[in-house]
Each structure stands twice: as C-alpha cells, then as structure tokens.
T-cell receptor, first 113, second 115 residues
C-alpha cells in the first residue's frame, strides 16, 4: 500500500459536470497539499492544509473547492471546469509544514472536454 | 520570492555514461534543496535533499548533488547511468514563508538513457 493514495487515477468530465478527487495518506502526516502539473510548466501549488486548516490558497479559481475533513483525507471538488484545467493533479503530504519534504501520490489525470 | 531554473528540458545519455542535470535557484533567504524523480504515470518521489551540514548529499541509487551557495546551484550527478534511470527529474527549493515551508519546483529535466 502506497503512503499517499489518489482516486480516481483518470477522470474525464464535461464543463458542466461536478466531480471530486480524493486523496488519502497513511503516513501519519499533519500537512496535505494539492498541486497542478501541466505540460512544460512547473508544478503549481494550489492549496495547503495544516492540521485540517487551510493555510494557503494560491489564487486558485473558485471552480476548485478543497475539503480536508481530517489530517488523513483531502478532497478537491470540481465544478464548471474549463478545458485548460486539464492536467495531472497531485496530492502530497508532509510531516508538518516546516520540513519541506513532500510525499506525493500518483496523481489524478483530469481531462475536461 | 524564490525561483528554480532547470535549463535543460531533455538530456539524452548513453547507458553507463556519466550525467549531470543542472539546477540553479534564487532566494534572498536560506533554503532547503531537493531533487525529486517522476517515472512515467507516477507521482514524484524524493531522490535526495539538502537541509544543512555537508554540502554533498547522496541517494541510495548512486545519484549525488552538491549545494554550492556562491553559485546558487544544486546540480545532480551520477557517474554511470542505467536504463532504469530514465525519468523526469525536478529540482525544488523550499523557504520558510508565512509560517510554512513554501516549495517551488523547476520545470523538470527529462533524462533519456540510450541503450
């Protein structure tokens, strides 16, 4: 079992759909993150949660809505997305927000039609 | 704000040859430095890190990187590559900002090992 698990691995949705990405970490970490990975661009930090509290929203459009019910689970709710939102969405966790060392899941490949 | 530059987007190298993947960063404060590797259809995995102490750090699979503060570099090297090293490598810099370590990634370098 991997330390950070993401589901689904692949998702295709229309611009009017509502879907959610799920992330679960089994490492006992206290911080969780969402990153967006697009071709030929650096990884973009989207959200940071520390002990379930959101500590960073990196100017992400409101069509992306995160939820962190506890330190082990992180969701990214998606609605009315645009084709340019197609990307690999990576979840990561860290022991806390002071180490800088991240543990990544395998990602959810999102395609918006 | 900090930034990371990986000038080489792709590096082809023959098997058993040496390789160097370049990484330069800019920051006005002290940093932590990381190299991550991403194999096809997978997430990123930590390869090695510099937090403090010895400026030369090594990974378990033969990679090493040296922190050079004067040149603001953290190049990744391996003396002899294997086919299994084919992957994309990301350099990252982390600084304490707003109460947490903010990690900035480079654009990545694809290492292609040729048999």
């Amino acid at each position: 079992e991997t330390g950070v698990t993401q589901t689904p691995r692949h998702l295709v949705m229309g611009m009017t759909n509502k879907k959610s990405l799920k992330c679960e970490q089994h490492l006992g970490h206290n911080a969780m993150y969402w990153y967006k990975q697009s071709a030929k661009k650096p990884l973009e930090l989207m959200f940071v949660y520390n002990f379930k509290e959101q500590t960073e929203n990196n100017s992400v459009p409101s069509r992306f809505s995160p939820e962190c019910p506890n330190s082990s689970h992180l969701f990214l709710h998606l609605h009315t997305l645009q084709p340019e939102d197609s990307a690999l969405y990576l979840c990561a966790s860290s022991q806390d927000v002071l180490t800088g060392e991240l543990f990544f899941g395998e990602g959810s490949r999102l395609t918006v039609l | 704000a900090q930034s990371v530059t990986q000038l080489d987007s792709q590096v082809p190298v023959f098997e058993e040859a040496p390789v160097e993947l370049r990484c330069n960063y800019s920051s006005s404060v002290s940093v932590y430095l990381f190299w991550y590797v991403q194999y096809p259809n997978q997430g990123l995995q930590l390869l090695l890190k510099y937090l403090s102490g010895s400026t030369l750090v090594e990974s378990i699979n033969g990679f090493e990187a040296e922190f050079n503060k004067s040149q603001t570099s953290f190049h990744l090297r391996k003396p002899s590559v294997h086919i299994s090293d084919t992957a994309e490598y990301f350099c990252a810099v982390s600084v304490l900002s707003g109460g947490y370590q903010k990690v900035t990634f480079g654009t990545g370098t694809k290492l292609q090992v040729i048999p």
